[in-house]
């Protein structure tokens, strides 16, 4: 799973959300305190509601750098959590993406938690 981190965080460092998008599922459920202000509330359901809201999410900062510390996978429950530095338009902070796949591969379910803003 280091490998779809590394690929999941250079996707978003080309800010390429397409890329990002093609490991959703189209049925995903996304929760994350930053869509509450960006989309009016904090759970995103379905992959184009989601594609709108990153977008929109991009559209409103300059620069975006994600730096992978490093990955936890559990392969009994098919969850994922991605440990990572995030620098945006130059605020620090470190954030855990947790997400949980389905059967074939895709993410079903992902909640992102964001640490102190100010960390580097």
């Given at each position: 799973m280091e490998s779809f981190a590394a690929r999941w965080a250079a996707a978003w460092n080309r800010r390429d959300v397409e890329a990002v998008l093609a490991h959703f599922r189209d049925d995903i459920v996304f929760t994350s305190p930053t869509a509450l202000a960006v989309a009016g509330a904090a759970t995103i359901h379905g992959k184009q509601?989601?594609?709108?809201?990153?977008n929109a999410a991009l559209a409103a900062i300059g620069t975006l750098h994600f730096t992978v510390d490093h990955v936890l996978w559990d392969p009994s429950r098919r969850e994922l959590a991605i440990v990572y530095d995030?620098?945006?338009?130059g605020r620090d902070r470190r954030v855990s993406e947790n997400m949980t796949?389905?059967?074939?591969?895709?993410v079903a379910a992902a909640e992102v938690f964001h640490g102190v803003t100010g960390i580097g």
């Open positions: 509601a989601l594609r709108d809201y990153w995030s620098r945006i338009d796949f389905d059967e074939g591969g895709l």
